[in-house]
C-alpha cells in the first residue's frame, strides 16, 4: 500500500533511495538536498515541517549524525537539528537511519518515538556484504602486481562479509583459504569448496599469502603475526574498529596495509539505497503496516 | 598424540573410519566384523573385552541401536549388547556413536561415563550435507527426463542441507531458487547469487518449478500446495521425519515424491566415515585429550 | 512464419520434438507413434504420405536407421522403409535425422534432396555435450563410495564434453584437472580454474585420481596406463567407439570402467528434443526459410 | 636442463621474468637495467654484447620497439639498438619479444636468425587474458555506482577474453549475457550458464545493461547502437584498434566509455612475466630444446 515518506538529509544513498521509493508508487517528500538534480518523482520541500507532515517514515541519514546535535548533510550547507526532528515527529510516524547512538535512542524513546537503526537489521548488514566485498576486491586488483587468479587469498573470519568475499574471490579464481574458530564454520568452509584453516594455526601459514583479507573486529594481526607476511604480501582490513591489524607495527615492518571502512556508501551507493528501501520494506511489514 | 580406539559393530562406516585412524597412526581394536575383508592395519579382536581393554575411545554404530538392547552390526550376526559395552566402560573412556537415545544417555550419566552423540555435533551434521546434497542431486539426475542444467529448481529451507545443496546445482547450471522465512537469510540467498522467495510466498510459484527440494522436517508441501505443482514435477524431500510433504495426497494427486533419508551413509560411506574421523579428533580436542 | 513439419518415427525426442514445434505455433504431423500418448496439439496421420505432403520439414530419427532401410520407430511395431520417405520427398523439403550413413546422404543427393544430419551441426553436438556431462556425474555419484565434493577427478580431453563436465564438476566441488595436448588448452584450463596437466605427462598423475572421465576417442588409458590406476578408482568412457580405455585389460587388472555412449537420449529426452529444436531454426535460417 | 638466458631491456615484466627465469635454475644476464633494484640471482651486465655472448635466448621487451630502431627500455636511459642485437647474434640463439614490426621479422629472417613473437603465441594470447579480465573488472568496479553482483552485464564477443571474462562476472554476481555470431558458441555460452543473444540481435537488448563490455575488434556498437543505450550505463571496451564503439558518437550522447588497453601489463607485472616464461618454456619445448 503506498505510503508517505520524508528523506531528510544525507548522501546520495538517501537521494536514490527517493527516487526508488517514489519509482515504487509512495510519495516521497525530500529535505536537505541543494545544488543537485533533483528527480521529478520526488517533491523537494522548503522546510523540514512540510516534509514530515504526515509522513508515515522518517529517513535520515547513514551515519545519522557525527555531532549528535545535527544530522549528517552532503548537499545541503545549512543545519538540521536532531532536537527539530524530534519535536517535529508523532507517535505514529517511524523514524529510520544508521548508526543511531544511544542518547538518540535513548531520547526517542523517553518521547515514545519510534526509531529503527537501519544498520542494526541483520537483512541489511548481510547486503552491505555484497558492496564491501566488492570494494574489498577493487582495492586487491588496484593495488597487487599478480593476478588474483591463482593466488593465494586469506579471508579470516567467516561471518557476513567473510561469505560473501570468499565466494567472489573464489569466483574470480583465487585460491581461498579461510580461516574460522568454530569447527561448524570450518566444516561448512569445506563444504563450500574453500580451505579451512583453524583460527589458532593461522599464524603458521601467514607467509604462504598472496592477499590477506581481514574482517575480524579484534586484533589478530599482531607484531609476532606480521613478522610472517612476506613484504609483497598485501593485508585489506575490513573490519570496523579497532580493526584486526596492528597498523602501526605493520608500517615499521613494511608490510602493505590497508583499512577500508564503509565501503557501502563509497563504492555502490546506488545499490545501497535499494538495500535500504527493501530493509525499510521490512521494517514496515514486522511493524504490521 | 597417538590413541588406542575400539570400533564396536555398525556399518562400512565404522570399517573404514577404523582404517582411517589406524592410517592416521593410532592403534585400532576392532569387534563385530566377520565375513568381509578387514585391513591387516587394524586388529580383529576376538571378543568385545579384548576391543574395549585399554581403549581411549569406544566408537558405537551410526545409529547405535534399533532396539534399545544391542548395537546394529551390518556385519556381525551374534549379539553385542549394550548393556555390556556400559558394563566394560571405564570413566576415562570416551564412548561415541550416532543417534544415541535420551534412555542411553540418561543410563551413561547415571554411571558416569562420557558419551557423546556424533551426530549431535554441529560440525558433522554441517558436513554430512554435502553427501546429502549430492546424494539428492544424483536422484534428480535419475528421474528427471530434463537436465538439471537450465532446470529451474526450488530448494525449501536454507539450513545446512540447503546451503550446500544450493551451491551444487547452481555449479551445475541449474536456475536455483530458495525459499526461506527469514530476511537475514533471504538476503544471504541473494548475496550468494541464488533468487531468494519469501517462505509465505512459495506456493504463489510452485507450479513453476522442474524440482523441489524439501530440507524443512515440517509439513509445507501440503494438499493446497501440492495442488499447485506440476505433474511433470519432482518432489525431493531430505527432512527427516515427518518430512516435508504430505505424501498420500501427493500420491492422489499422481504429483511424484521421493523421500530421500540416511544418505551420507548410503551414498558415500567413505566420506562419512572420513567425516566421523575429524568430528572424534574434535571431540578428543574438546576434551582436552 | 509458421510452418509445417512432419515427425516421424523415432524415441521419446521426437516425440517431445513434436510438442515442442506445435506450442511454437508450428502446424505439426505425426507419424510411427502407436501405443502412446500424443498430445492433442498435433495430428496423428494415417499414412506416410498423410504426414509427408506439404511438410516443409521432415524430421526423422536419431540415430536414423540401424539397418540402411528402415527407420528406427520405437513406438511403431510396422516397418517404415526409407526408401518411401525418399520416393515421397520433393525438392523443396528439408529432412532432418541424425546419424545418417554415408550410403543414405549419397542416395538423397542423387535425387536431388536436402538433407541434414542434426548431430553434424557443431552446436548440436555442443548442447548435447550438457547432458552427457549430467549422465557422467550421475554415474559416478552412483558408482563412487565417496563424494565427488573433494575428490580428485581427471578429465582426459578439453573438448566439447571436457568443457562442460569440467565445469559442472567444479561447481560439485570436485577437485579438477584436466589433460590436454595442446598448449592453449592448458592455457585455458588454467584460465577456468582447473587444474591443467599435459596429456604426455598424465600417466605420472594416474594413481592420485578417485575418478578419471575420457572424453577422447582413441586409447588413451592402455595396458600401461592402467597399471598405474588404483583398484578404487572409476574410469568413466565417454568417447565414442572405439573409446579411450582398453576395456579388456582393465577387467583383467580389476579397475572398474564404464562406457557410457548416447546419453543424451538415455539422461535427458525432454532437453534432447528442445535441442533438436533449436537445431532445426538453426537450419532453416542458414537455409533461408 | 638449465639454459643461459639474456634479458634485454622492456619494463618490470622482464626484469621478473628474469627472477623466474633465474628461480627455476637458469643463468641469467641482465641489460638495460639502471636505479632499479635487481635480484642477486641475475647478474647485471655491462654491454649488451656481454649479456648476449654464450645465451641460448635473447628475450627482449613487450612491445618490442617503437620506432622500428631501439628497443624499449623503461629501467635505461641510453639507447639500446635493434641492429647490435641483429649483429650480435647467432643462428643457434633465439630472440624472444613482443609485438615483433614485420619488418624486424623479415630482417631477422634475411639473416636465419630464429625469432619469436610472444604475444602470436596462442596460449600467451589465453593467459592474457586473465589479467585483461581482471583489469575490466577493476574499471567497472571503480566507475559503476552499482555493484557488479545482481548488475546486468554483456559481454560482447566470445573469443578469449569473452570467455575468462564472462566467468569472472559470473563468478561474482553479475547477470552475464554474452553476444556471438556462430550457433556453436551461443550454445556454448548456454552451456557454460550464461544468457546468450545472438549478436544481430543485440541491438534490441542494449538498453537493459548496467555495463557493456566489448572484445570484439571492430565497430560493433556505432550510432545507432549508441542511441539505445541508457545514460547510466557504462562502456569498457577492451579490443585492440580501432576499437568497437564509436567513441567519438558516444562522446557527443554522453553515453560513458572507457578504452583499456594493454592490461596485462598495467595491472599485473609479476603475473604477465610467469606467463611469458612458461610461453618461452614451450617455445624451447617446440624447438625441441
Redesign the interface.
Known amino acids: 500500500m503506498a505510503k508517505t515518506f520524508a528523506v531528510i538529509g544525507g548522501d546520495?544513498r538517501n537521494l536514490k533511495l527517493a527516487e526508488h521509493l517514489a519509482e515504487d508508487g509512495h510519495k516521497v517528500k525530500l529535505f536537505g538536498f541543494k545544488n543537485i538534480e533533483i528527480s521529478p518523482k520526488v517533491t523537494d520541500e522548503v522546510s523540514l515541517e512540510e516534509a514530515m507532515k504526515d509522513s508515515d517514515v522518517v529517513v535520515g541519514p547513514i551515519p545519522c549524525s557525527k555531532d549528535e546535535q545535527t544530522i549528517n548533510c552532503t548537499f545541503y550547507n545549512l543545519k538540521i537539528y536532531l532536537d527539530d526532528i524530534l519535536r517535529l515527529m508523532s507517535k505514529e510516524q517511524i523514524f529510520v537511519a544508521g548508526f543511531l547512538s544511544e542518547s538518540i535512542i535513548h531520547l526517542m524513546q523517553n518521547y515514545d518515538l519510534q526509531c529503527h537503526d537501519i544498520l542494526k537489521?541483520?537483512?541489511?548488514?548481510?547486503?552491505n556484504?555484497?558492496?564491501t566485498a566488492?570494494?574489498a576486491?577493487?582495492i586487491a586488483?588496484?593495488e597487487?602486481?599478480?593476478?588474483?587468479?591463482?593466488s593465494k587469498a586469506l579471508v579470516l573470519g567467516y561471518g557476513?562479509i567473510g561469505?560473501?568475499l570468499s565466494?567472489?574471490l573464489?569466483?574470480?579464481?583465487a585460491k581461498v583459504h579461510v580461516a574460522a574458530r568454530?569447527?561448524?564454520d570450518?566444516?561448512?568452509i569445506?563444504?563450500?569448496?574453500y580451505i579451512p584453516i583453524r583460527m589458532p594455526e593461522v599464524s603458521t601459514y601467514l607467509n604462504t599469502f598472496d592477499v590477506i583479507f581481514n574482517t575480524v573486529p579484534h586484533v589478530i594481526i599482531d607484531s609476532k603475526e606480521l613478522q610472517g607476511i612476506r613484504k609483497d604480501s598485501l593485508i585489506i582490513d575490513l573490519a570496523s574498529k579497532p580493526g584486526g591489524i596492528n597498523f602501526e607495527k605493520a608500517k615499521d615492518l613494511g608490510v602493505k596495509t590497508i583499512w577500508a571502512l564503509s565501503l557501502p556508501g563509497k563504492?555502490?551507493?546506488?545499490?545501497a539505497a535499494k538495500y535500504m528501501k527493501d530493509?525499510i520494506y521490512?521494517i514496515l511489514n514486522d511493524s504490521g503496516l
Open positions: 546520495l537489521r541483520e537483512e541489511m548488514a548481510v547486503l556484504a555484497i558492496p566488492e570494494g576486491i577493487q586488483l588496484e597487487m602486481p599478480i593476478t588474483l587468479h591463482n557476513r561469505k560473501v565466494k567472489m573464489h569466483g574470480i579464481g568454530k569447527y561448524q570450518l566444516a561448512q569445506e563444504a563450500m569448496g563504492v555502490a551507493p546506488v545499490t530493509t521490512n
